[in-house]
């Protein structure tokens, strides 16, 4: 029944990097766009990356240039490598897929959303 895994979040210091993995189930990965959030405390969770099933990528302008989404098909794993970290990066980051990973498929039945990975980033 577990759909969507996040793995590889920890603790780093500021102007390191980190790469976090998603594996996911095949149905999702075949049939829905995929992405990454994340979450601050007492806030709601910001839309950093995603990655439709055509390939196309979006990359919110607090991230773009310093973090990557990439999918591998033969593990139906999605990455997220995140470069040149900063304090203001420390949250839960959260794998989506569906429609609210902002990559829409008809195929794809309903929204699914990993259980999180803490990032945290220090000074």
């Known amino acids: 029944q577990v759909q969507l895994v996040e793995s590889g979040g920890g603790s780093v210091q500021a102007g390191g990097s980190l790469k976090i993995a998603c594996a996911a189930s095949g149905y999702i990965f075949s049939n829905c766009g995929m992405g990454w959030y994340r979450q601050v405390s007492g806030r709601e969770r910001e839309l950093l990356s995603s990655?439709?099933?055509?390939?196309?990528?979006y990359y919110a302008p607090s991230v773009r240039g310093r973090f990557t989404i990439s999918k591998d098909n033969a593990k139906t794993t999605l990455y997220l490598q995140m470069n040149s970290l900063k304090t203001e990066d420390t949250a839960v980051y959260y794998c989506a897929a569906g429609a609210v990973s902002g990559a829409y498929s008809p195929t794809c039945r309903d929204n699914y959303w990993g259980q999180g990975t803490q990032v945290t980033v220090s000074s």
């Open positions: 990655i439709s099933l055509s390939g196309s990528t």
